[in-house]
């Protein structure tokens, strides 16, 4: 059984409601389609009855929950709740309306908020900013996180590397430049969503282009104390930097580069330094070695709530709206 197809037998195995906000894009009727019919989750589209009725021409959706802002009983509390939630940012009861009435991210978010959703799913025709600006505005970290960070899980095929091909890669979503606190956070939740999706301990790799001080810069420092700050607070996690894409992946060059490491060669949870590399990272294997690329997932997050790429396809949907409600199972 292939990584998605556990995924799929967990979410299956204990049903969970995901919204799926972005009724103008014919991917989310292919994707939810294709859920209802492998009975993945119950589904929650936003959208009037007309346009789910012309975007789902051809494909069966009946199963899902359609939900009208304008006509649906609920949509006054979203509204005061919302005000509730930001006033002190200047929120009022007419921005309130006005935002969740024309921003279906924000009435899925307020719907997962209320507890009308486990979980939600956008992004395939938003950016990732305007995706998690209302999961991040309205949800808030997690208590005891200090940040929400995005990862990837990649499962790159006929690959020996990492657990069989299976990678965590963060952030590549989220936070532009974290500094080494922020890195150190983004290592400890990669290593928990790790171990949570996969089953398997987690060995993090913080990457870089030095291995153990082959090259000196400020970008370098900035890995090795994030690494030292990682380590500090998880002492019996397998993480270990600054290394190399290779020195992290290859048994042989981590055994040439960095022979002391239990984390060099082996690593199935690949850290990078900044979204830069972590954004450019995933989508050259995504596209090059034709790995699939789950997300970005939120972690972090105080609820379940998933972004897509704008370039993904309808499957991409259905693995991360699985992958989305075995999250609301760990909740
Ligand atoms: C997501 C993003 C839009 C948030 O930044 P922003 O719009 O400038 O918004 P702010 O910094 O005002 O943050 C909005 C809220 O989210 C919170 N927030 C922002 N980043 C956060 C993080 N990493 N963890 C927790 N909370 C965060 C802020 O504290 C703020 O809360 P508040 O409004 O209650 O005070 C920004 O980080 C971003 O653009 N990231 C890159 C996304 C991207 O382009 N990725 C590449 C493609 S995947
Ligand atoms: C994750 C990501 O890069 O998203 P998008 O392609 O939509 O910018």
Known sequence: MGFIDTIKARAKADKKTIVLPESED????????????????????????????????????????????????????????????????????????????????????????????????????????????????????????????????????????????????????????????????????????????????PRVAMLSHSSKGSAKHADVDKVVEATRIAKEANPDLALDGELQLDAAIVPSVGASKAPDSKVAGKANVLIFPDLDAGNIGYKLVQRLAKAEAYGPMTQGIAAPVNDLSRGCSAEDIVGVVAITAVQCQAQ
């Open 26 to 201: 014919r991917r989310t009727y292919e994707a939810a389609a294709q859920i209802l019919k492998e009975d993945l989750a119950n589904l929650i589209i936003i959208g009037s009855e007309e346009a789910v009725k012309k975007g789902s021409e051809g494909l069966d959706v009946s199963k899902a929950t359609i939900v009208d802002p304008e006509k649906n009983e609920k949509t006054q509390a979203y509204v005061d709740k919302l005000v509730e939630l930001r006033a002190k940012k200047g929120m009022t009861p007419e921005k309130a309306r006005e935002t969740i009435l024309n921003d279906y991210t924000y009435y899925g978010v307020m719907m997962v908020k209320m507890g009308d959703a486990d979980g939600l799913v956008s992004g395939a025709c938003h950016s990732t900013a305007n995706t998690l600006r209302p999961c991040l505005q309205i949800l808030k970290t997690k208590p005891g996180t200090k940040l929400v960070s995005a990862f990837f899980l990649m499962v790159v095929p006929d690959c020996e590397y990492g657990d069989d091909g299976v990678f965590v890669f963060g952030d590549c979503g989220l936070n532009q430049n974290p500094n080494p606190e922020e890195l150190a956070a983004i290592a400890e939740s990669s290593a928990e969503s790790y171990r949570m999706l996969t089953g398997n301990e």
